[in-house]
């Protein structure tokens, strides 16, 4: 097992998604080199789960309903989403960086209250028991890392009656970095970055050029959340968002040594986006 020290140093949040989650004992070599960065510069993931989700549902007779992207979260689908993404899932998840040598311990980004959530009202059509955040509290988070353990983050949050909410994965991992006032947010996915219209790698965008990435129909389907996900986390920490493949985990290492990987999504120049008011306030990290 790895030797990990103090590292009192602001950490990297991380987005996982897809196979790396849905199969995760597959994915060996990912976890130990996420465990490797995590000995350098301290790591906190954040995953979803809708494959595995969906699968559930279906098992159990009930019917997944998406509107304009939106899961719909009926009161009695509630349960087994926090049984699969809080459960199921991040305890797997736990169990693979455990096995990598990682320290880590399974959470929801409800407790603690790290993330203060209310039930969403901002897409026009009741959505169920989905959730949006609007402040937090991040001092349980700031313990488990300077205290060198890894948190293993499901996106299952609370109201202020206790409600559990579903959070999308991508606004949790979004808000998590604010308040944990992380170094970057690295969002992990099945391709190496965003691709040009020739299918080659853009290294670097603007926060600003991001909707036209979008509009021109160069990044589509399922980049189109990570892109914005990007966006408002470079928006928020003024720190640059990283999109990047979890099927190169050497190339990961290199990321959280400051090198090149994937795309960088550079911050705006100015004032930080007022939306940070509702966290607490920043980490004391160095």
């Known amino acids: 097992m790895h030797e990990f020290a103090h590292t009192p140093r602001r950490p990297f949040v991380v987005k996982l998604s897809g196979t790396a989650v849905e199969h995760p004992f597959t994915r060996a070599d990912l976890w130990h080199a996420l465990a490797r960065a995590h000995a350098q510069a301290g790591l906190a993931l954040v995953h979803g789960g809708g494959n595995a989700l969906d699968h559930h549902l279906t098992r159990l007779g009930m019917t997944t309903h998406r509107r304009d992207g939106i899961r719909l979260t009926p009161p009695d689908q509630m349960p087994e989403v926090a049984a699969v993404l809080a459960g199921r899932l991040n305890k797997t998840l736990v169990g693979a960086m ?6 880590a311990v399974g959470l ?3 407790d603690g209250a790290a993330l203060r959530c209310v039930r969403t009202s901002r897409y026009g059509f009741d959505a169920g028991q989905v959730g949006e955040i609007v402040g937090g509290d991040a001092r349980l988070m700031r313990v488990l890392l300077d205290a ?5 983050v499901s996106s299952i949050g609370f109201d202020d009656a206790g409600t559990m909410l579903n959070i999308n994965a991508d606004d949790a991992a979004v808000g998590l970095a604010a308040a944990v006032n992380a170094s970057a947010l690295v969002l992990l996915t099945d391709v190496p970055g965003v691709l040009d219209a020739a299918g080659n790698l853009i290294p670097q965008l603007e926060q600003s050029a991001v909707e036209d990435i979008i509009t021109s129909r160069i990044a589509t389907g399922g980049m189109i959340p990570k892109l914005r996900a990007a966006a408002l ?3 928020r920490t003024r720190l640059p968002a990283v999109i990047a493949s979890y099927d190169d985990p050497e190339s990961l290492v290199r990321l959280f040594r400051g090198e090149p990987c994937g795309t960088r999504i550079l911050p705006p120049s100015g004032p930080r986006d007022p939306a940070d008011h509702a966290f607490a306030a920043p980490s004391t990290h160095s």
């Not at 060198?148 to 293993?152: A, I, R």
Request: charged share 0%.
């Open 108 to 110: 929801a980004v409800g």
């Open 98 to 103: 455990l096995a990598a040598g990682a320290p």
């Open 148 to 152: 060198g353990y890894l948190p293993v």
């Open 233 to 235: 986390a470079a928006a």
